[in-house]
């Protein structure tokens, strides 16, 4: 069933957000913990070798990256937004493809693409091993298209999750 979308401004800036930080998971901010953790230790030991050095440069990377792929992302889904007139797009999960058409161009693709979908009160985003494929605002959508789609991405061997 063909289902208009609208999106606006703030749903684009945090899927951005939301996506990249998912995207890096857990483990990573594990990591940036324990870098920085070891750089405090060495500091208050007074080792300013080359470990700390090291150690310190690898944490300011890895403080960077994500900033950078949150600014990148919200960048250009801020672009095709704007592109966008009102911000509307109509999308179809139906007869295992997954169909999106707007005033920037379409997609039309088999629906077994979708590996995961990260979904969030306001929007989902449909996930493809490990790219982001797109956001889908959930505003104006009735609840029982929003179940169709749910049983149409699990047929599809979607994972589903919050």
Request: charged share 10%; glycine share 4%; proline share 4%.
């Given at each position: 069933m063909m289902q208009t979308i609208s999106f606006t401004e703030p749903v684009v800036r945090s899927a951005a957000r939301r996506g990249v930080l998912r995207m890096l998971g857990a483990?990573?901010?594990v990591a940036m913990a324990?870098?920085?953790?070891?750089?405090?230790?060495?500091l208050i030991q007074g080792d300013y070798g080359l470990f700390l050095g090291v150690t310190a440069t690898v944490l300011?990377?890895?403080?960077?990256?994500?900033?950078?792929?949150?600014?990148a992302h919200t960048r250009v889904g801020l672009e095709k937004y704007r592109a966008l007139e009102g911000?509307?797009?109509?999308?179809?999960l139906s007869e295992g493809r997954l169909r999106v058409a707007s005033k920037i161009g379409s997609l039309d693709m088999p629906l077994?693409?979708?590996?995961?979908v990260w979904r969030y009160p306001d929007?989902?985003?449909?996930?493809?091993?490990?790219?982001i494929l797109m956001t889908v605002p959930l505003h104006g959508v009735p609840?029982?298209?929003?179940?169709e789609w749910e049983t149409e991405l699990r047929q599809a061997g979607a994972r589903l999750a919050h």
């Open positions: 483990l990573f901010f324990l870098l920085a953790i070891s750089v405090v230790f060495s300011g990377i890895a403080v960077i990256v994500p900033i950078a792929a949150i600014s911000g509307a797009a109509t999308i179809d077994s693409t979708v590996k995961k929007y989902w985003i449909l996930v493809a091993n490990r790219s609840p029982e298209i929003r179940t």
